[in-house]
RNA sequence: CGGGGCGUGGCUCAGCCUGGCUAGAGCGCGUGGUUCGGGUCCACGAUGUCGUAGGUUCAAAUCCUAUCGCCCCGACCA
């Protein structure tokens, strides 16, 4: 391509709106404009990218046998109601009326349409297993899209979704998607970590997401130093399995001393003043957290959650706690604090004195607060405080693991190594969904034995604009984008300096015989000075430079500079190019 | 949805507090010249419903109200 006859509108300064590196370097590179909140235009440059993204995804998912189709964007209302995600997906599912005033709806997802088909054109175990996929434009009208291409509202997805005779093959499934996206993100040459993720709304029961490690990531994710262990912070365990039953059977034998007393704290309302005015260290102290948890046309329910006081919570994992105790009978709950006359109601005091003994709500405990230490507790009585309570005396109807981990936290598969903490651009996710669409959906095939069994199902997506604008936030210096070869718009970028006839007609010699060679070249064939032509190479990003200028000249040779390393030789054109096809084929 | 902020040529922004000449700068863009290994220099030029609507005023980019859009923090979220 030559340069004259692109579209790469690129830019000086960096665009106001922009906050994070991906976004700015996207805009000023010329690879996306802004049409509304979180809705681009993808220019030449980007689509380049996304192509070559989808490449390696569509290679590595065709290898697993998977097949590729295309599915509506547009979808009728029924098949949401009859999943029941019509009421409970919420605002960002963007509905639309058409003529006749029948709902449909933008599809963020595909689960219900896939199930729709895979019920009518599936009937046998015979038919089974499939693994559909497409690769589409989603939206969903997020509450604040951010970053640009990275959160938008409107981007580009492969999703899969498969179908197996049992969990058994399901699972099969899983790891096959799991082992096909490990290669794909590796091809894109990203560094990035699969982990244990929380499967939310979305059910499930086994669930892994891939991150790409980025300081800017917007996912906090752990993992051990010393084993496999990783995952998301909200699903980050940190009680062994088999410690909470321990715990919760002695809390049924437990019996309260009361061996503690009440203290004036006149004022002291949160941790830091008590611990300060007590003079005792944060972590001393349980502070009792008031939480609201309201499901769709229910009452809410109150629930009192102990927690040490350097200690914070995380509310999926409250969620699944509140689930798992019977306390709600789903996960689809809206967690807040409770407000300030709801605790008063429920202590009796102000807020920031609230205690587990004698409060009208029930209380759940956090692991850590398992132990033989004594500390101190809200009184439920303004300006005081109750100092040598211990776990027996506060009245737990469970222990739970609630709590967010952190950085130093004991591994909890291995017991040995200590949790690191890292931030993460979650590029993909595997789900394992089980039967909750195709039960709802009845889509069911017929086994051997001629009887009705439902499909079980996985689905399996991955963000290719967002993969691209992560691999720009782990791949970029000062100037401006480092594009790993695999993914990049072009293989190299070749800039004439001057401009007599010359250097112009070595430099169109070179431009044909790479093309020949079938390597992507970007032909920087404009009018323009030098520093222009280098300052938006380097934007660009482009890996690989081939310079004809004076230099050049004298030796007969080409300027080949390296990108990432600014290293810069004098090499032949066949050397050029059998260096590309190397690093093409290599990774 | 709660809190904060911003809307002025294509881009980045000044002007607004304290209302008053033809509304500015830099970049970009066009023409001519100059220069040519890291965003040359010079000359000339084009480009604005000051987000929109209403109000106050002799007079509004500037003050008031409403509204729309956008950004940030939080809540939320495959």
Avoid at 161 to 166: G, I, L, N, R
Avoid at 195 to 210: D, M, N, P, R, Y
């Amino acid at each position: 391509m030559r340069y004259s006859k692109a579209l790469i509108p690129t830019l000086r300064e960096d665009p106001a709106d922009a906050e994070v590196v991906s976004h700015k370097l996207m805009i000023r590179g010329g690879y996306i404009r802004k049409v509304a909140a979180g809705i681009y235009d993808y220019l030449p440059l980007a689509l380049r990218v996304f192509r070559k993204i989808e490449m390696i995804v569509r290679e590595e998912m065709d290898a697993t046998g998977a097949l590729e189709l295309l599915l509506p964007i547009i979808m009728p209302a029924e098949l949401w109601q009859e999943s029941g995600r019509w009421d409970f997906y919420g605002k960002e599912l963007l509905r639309v009326k058409d003529r006749a005033d029948h709902d449909f709806c933008v599809g963020p997802t595909h689960e219900e349409v896939i199930t729709d088909l895979a019920r009518r054109e599936i009937k046998s175990y015979r038919d089974l297993p499939k693994n559909l996929y497409q690769i589409q434009t989603k939206f969903r009208d997020e509450v604040r899209p951010r970053f640009g291409v990275m959160r938008g509202r409107e981007f580009i997805m492969k999703d899969a979704y498969s179908f197996d005779v049992d969990v058994e093959a399901s699972k099969k499934t899983y790891q096959i998607m799991y082992d096909a996206y490990r290669r794909i993100f590796k091809r894109c040459g990203l560094d990035f970590r699969p982990v244990e993720a929380a499967t939310g709304a979305i059910g499930g029961t086994l669930s892994h997401e891939f991150h790409v490690i980025a300081s800017s990531g917007e996912d906090a994710i752990f993992f051990c130093d010393k084993c496999e262990y990783a995952s998301n912070v909200e699903k980050t365990r940190l009680a062994k399995v088999g410690q909470l039953q321990k715990m919760n059977e002695e809390l049924k034998q437990a019996k309260p001393d009361g061996k503690y007393v009440e203290v004036s704290t006149p004022g002291k309302k949160t941790i830091e003043e008590v611990a300060l005015f007590l003079k005792v260290k944060s972590s001393e102290l349980v502070k009792t957290l008031i939480y609201k948890a309201t499901a769709e046309k229910k009452e809410p329910v109150f629930v009192a959650v102990l927690l040490k006081g350097d200690h914070e919570l995380v509310d999926a994992k409250l969620t699944n706690a509140l689930f798992d105790q019977g306390i709600v009978d789903t996960r689809d709950i809206v967690l807040e604090l409770a407000g300030e006359s709801e605790v008063k109601a429920l202590t009796g005091a102000d807020v920031g004195f609230a205690g587990p003994i004698g409060i009208k709500a029930k209380v759940l405990a956090d692991a850590s607060v398992y132990g033989d230490e004594r500390f101190v507790v809200g009184a439920n009585k303004t300006d005081a405080h109750l100092v040598g309570v211990s776990w027996a005396d506060c009245n737990i109807i469970a222990f739970a693991d609630v709590r967010r981990a952190r950085q130093g936290d004991r591994c909890p598969e291995c017991s040995s190594g200590s949790l690191l903490e890292k931030r993460g651009i979650e590029v993909g996710q595997v789900f394992h969904l089980g039967t909750k669409y195709s039960e709802k959906m009845k889509a069911v095939y017929l086994d051997e034995a001629g009887k009705d069994n439902f499909m079980v199902m996985g689905c399996y997506g991955i963000g290719i604009s967002r993969t691209a604008a992560a691999a720009i936030e782990q791949n970029h210096d000062d100037k401006g984008i480092i594009w790993p070869v695999q993914i990049a718009p072009y293989h190299i970028q070749l800039i004439t300096m001057g401009v007599d006839e010359k250097t112009r007609e070595v430099a169109e010699n070179i431009y044909y015989e790479l093309e020949e060679a079938g390597v992507q070249v970007l032909f920087d064939d404009r009018d323009e000075r030098p520093g222009v032509k280098f300052a938006d190479a380097d934007l660009i990003g482009v890996p690989y430079q081939a310079i004809i200028g004076k230099k050049a000249m004298a030796e007969g040779k080409i300027e080949f500079k390296v990108r990432k390393t600014g290293e810069r030789s004098m090499v032949e054109l066949p050397d050029i190019i059998d260096r590309l096809k190397k690093e093409l084929g290599e990774k």
